[in-house]
């Protein structure tokens, strides 16, 4: 499976912020709201994990890893590179280009400046939604993930064929427990992985199946935030006004012979589209299921 970084539906964490705005370690992954995960991304993660302290993932590519240098004052952040060069920001706010190197720099020698990683992959039963990006502050465990994919680059491993068990392994410091984050190959997942991609070849090739036919739609949640109606073939049929994970809007019409449940739910609702087509530049919803259905009477129990 080869993935795009850019298309993160959220990010998973390992650590939070506590009522003082301080950071507080966990010894499980953590999906919460903040400027790249949405509230939709929340309840996708959480319909189907609770508080994981290890999670099956495949990698977005051969280079899931991104690595960076962070110089902080306080809460302020003072600088940051790629190892080649850094952008240095004064009290104003600002920057500055100057040379970023991990063994030159001064910062690094001192403690101030900190290694920090980020992390794509997909997660098993949530593969079809998209990409996750896990952000590492641990020195350790950048170390332990980055030797993996060093490794399997060198001995030329497709890194996107296999499963791997990310977890955290507790370590005890004068501080208190520290959570290190490490990776490790499931051999025997990674063998049905490998059947299940055959049998999924063949029927691609199958000749019964290049007859015309709807074009699936990828499990990818949707949030409805409205419904309008539009004159289609002649008809006034309804449209769905939706978002996906990553906040991208959708328009999905309702034909008169489709299922028609959907249009007794209300905004916020959620469904899972099952079988979408295209017809005229117009995106027709086939079939689908309704995975959280807010209704009328929802709403009046939340205005009372």
Not at 21 to 35: E, G, I, M
Not at 82 to 106: F, H, P, V, Y
Not at 188 to 213: C, V, W
Request: proline fraction near 3%; include cysteine.
């Amino acid at each position: 499976m080869q993935g795009n970084s850019n298309n993160v539906i959220g990010n998973v964490r390992s650590g939070t912020r506590g009522e003082k705005d301080n950071p507080v370690k966990l010894a499980y992954f953590d999906v919460h709201t903040d400027n790249s995960t949405s509230e939709l991304s929340v309840e996708i993660f959480n319909e189907k994990y609770h508080q994981p302290n290890k999670l099956k993932i495949q990698f977005a590519n051969q280079n899931p890893m991104k690595i960076g240098y962070q110089m902080y004052e306080g809460k302020k952040l003072k600088c940051y590179g790629n190892g080649k060069e850094a952008r240095e920001l004064d009290d104003k706010g600002k920057r500055k280009t100057i040379q970023c190197s991990e063994t030159d720099c001064i910062h690094r020698k001192n403690g101030k400046c900190k290694k920090v990683g980020r992390l794509y992959f997909v997660i098993d039963k949530l593969k079809d939604e998209g990409i996750w990006c896990y952000p590492m502050g641990s020195e350790e465990g950048i170390e332990n993930v980055s030797r993996r994919i060093e490794r399997a680059n060198r001995l030329g491993i497709d890194l996107t064929n296999d499963w791997y068990e990310l977890y955290l392994r507790a370590k005890d410091t004068i501080k208190g427990k520290n959570y290190i984050p490490d990776i490790k190959k499931i051999e025997a997942t990674n063998m049905e992985n490998k059947e299940t991609h055959t049998k999924g070849l063949s029927n691609i090739n199958n000749e019964d199946n290049k007859k015309e036919q709807p074009k699936q739609q990828k499990n990818n949640y949707l949030k409805i935030i409205g419904f309008q109606k539009v004159k289609y073939e002649d008809k006034e049929v309804p449209k769905i006004i939706c978002i996906d994970t990553s906040s991208k809007k959708q328009e999905l019409i309702l034909m008169p012979e489709s299922k028609q449940d959907i249009l007794k739910v209300k905004a916020e609702s959620i469904i899972l589209p099952l079988s979408i087509s295209t017809r005229e530049n117009y995106a027709i919803l086939n079939d689908y299921t309704i995975v959280k259905a807010i209704t009328e009477n929802m709403e009046n129990k939340k205005v009372s």
